[in-house]
């Protein structure tokens, strides 16, 4: 099993990242509240591996950015190829709302390199389509700001087969991140069209928390692995497709330690066709 992926002839990246989404406060709200644990989540990763990492001016809003860019900050000799999203505006907690206004992305593009501390962008990705706006609209003004230099891979995130072939028809797109997981597979047959294409496949919400520690089966396969059942869901993603990239999200150094390690799991062919039946979609 393949355990990296190759974007362009400049990244190649570990396969299992990390998503910064947990670090800010409740509802994605608001500072940490150790703000300097946040940063340490952050810098243990790397210190494991980790080279991918996602992230998104609308977390916090800002904070998970700046996290993010003091942790590496404290490691100048890493290379990490960094991730983020724009196309939502935030309201208050756990509130999230679209908006793919050409300025407004433009805008966004802007905040994110200020608050990460970078000249361009690695992979910028669209949240979400803005039904208001056209899609040439929308990807048209991050193409243009490729062609400006300030960002050098276009993505998608939770999109369809049909809305992944039209952006492709206005720029070349290299990543999807669509809700996918071990229990949650309605997705699958976007993740099936990015195989077939070499696009990297982001799973956002990986470990489907709470659901994959119920269940007999997976308590079993988990206790054969001296592994617990999110390093089995995620061992089990890796196996999948070498196009996936799970960037499972914490707040824990320790989680995230045991997170990484589930890279190092080798799923039986019998156990990963065992746990494949588990989906409820």
Request: net charge negative; charged share 20%.
């Given at each position: 099993m393949n355990?990296?992926?190759?974007?362009?002839d400049?990244?190649?990246?570990?396969?299992?990242?990390?998503?910064?989404?947990?670090?800010?406060?409740?509802?994605?709200?608001?500072?940490?509240?150790d703000?300097?644990?946040a940063?340490?989540?952050?810098?243990?990763?790397?210190?494991?591996?980790?080279?991918?990492?996602?992230?998104?001016?609308?977390?916090g809003?800002?904070?998970a950015?700046?996290?993010?860019?003091?942790?590496?900050?404290?490691?100048?000799?890493?290379?990490v190829l960094?991730?983020?999203?724009?196309?939502?505006?935030?309201?208050?907690?756990s509130?999230?709302?679209?908006?793919?206004?050409p300025?407004?992305?433009?805008?966004?593009v802007e905040e994110?390199?200020f608050?990460?501390?970078?000249?361009h962008?690695?992979?910028?990705q669209?949240?979400r389509?803005?039904?208001?706006?056209?899609?040439?609209?929308?990807?048209?003004?991050?193409?243009?700001?490729?062609q400006?230099?300030?960002?050098?891979?276009?993505g998608?995130?939770?999109?369809s087969?049909?809305?992944?072939?039209?952006?492709?028809?206005i720029?070349p797109i290299?990543?999807?991140?669509?809700?996918?997981?071990?229990?949650?597979?309605a997705?699958?047959?976007?993740?099936n069209?990015?195989?077939e294409?070499?696009?990297?496949?982001?799973?956002?919400?990986?470990?489907a928390?709470?659901?994959?520690?119920s269940?007999?089966?997976?308590?079993?396969i988990?206790?054969?692995?001296?592994?617990?059942?999110a390093?089995?869901?995620?061992?089990?993603?890796?196996?999948?497709?070498?196009v996936?990239?799970?960037?499972?999200?914490?707040?824990s150094?320790?989680?995230?330690i045991?997170?990484?390690?589930?890279?190092?799991?080798?799923?039986s062919d019998?156990?990963?066709?065992t746990?494949?039946?588990?989906?409820t979609?």
């Amino acid at each position: 099993m393949n355990l990296t992926f190759k974007f362009d002839d400049d990244f190649t990246v570990n396969r299992l990242g990390f998503g910064t989404m947990q670090l800010p406060g409740t509802g994605v709200w608001g500072p940490a509240d150790d703000e300097k644990n946040a940063v340490d989540v952050i810098t243990t990763a790397v210190d494991h591996g980790v080279n991918f990492i996602d992230t998104a001016d609308s977390y916090g809003p800002l904070y998970a950015n700046l996290y993010l860019r003091k942790a590496l900050e404290q490691r100048p000799d890493n290379h990490v190829l960094v991730a983020t999203k724009v196309g939502f505006t935030r309201q208050g907690p756990s509130e999230w709302t679209e908006l793919g206004s050409p300025a407004y992305l433009r805008q966004q593009v802007e905040e994110n390199l200020f608050s990460l501390g970078l000249d361009h962008i690695d992979l910028l990705q669209l949240h979400r389509i803005d039904a208001n706006f056209s899609l040439e609209d929308q990807i048209g003004e991050l193409a243009k700001m490729q062609q400006e230099g300030k960002i050098k891979h276009i993505g998608l995130s939770q999109v369809s087969i049909y809305q992944l072939k039209s952006a492709q028809k206005i720029a070349p797109i290299v990543s999807v991140q669509n809700r996918y997981n071990l229990v949650d597979r309605a997705d699958e047959d976007v993740l099936n069209y990015a195989e077939e294409n070499n696009i990297a496949f982001i799973p956002w919400f990986p470990l489907a928390t709470g659901k994959l520690t119920s269940g007999s089966k997976m308590t079993q396969i988990a206790k054969k692995y001296n592994a617990t059942p999110a390093q089995i869901a995620l061992a089990w993603l890796l196996k999948r497709a070498e196009v996936i990239l799970p960037i499972p999200g914490t707040s824990s150094v320790d989680h995230v330690i045991s997170n990484i390690a589930a890279q190092n799991i080798t799923l039986s062919d019998a156990d990963f066709e065992t746990l494949s039946k588990m989906s409820t979609k």
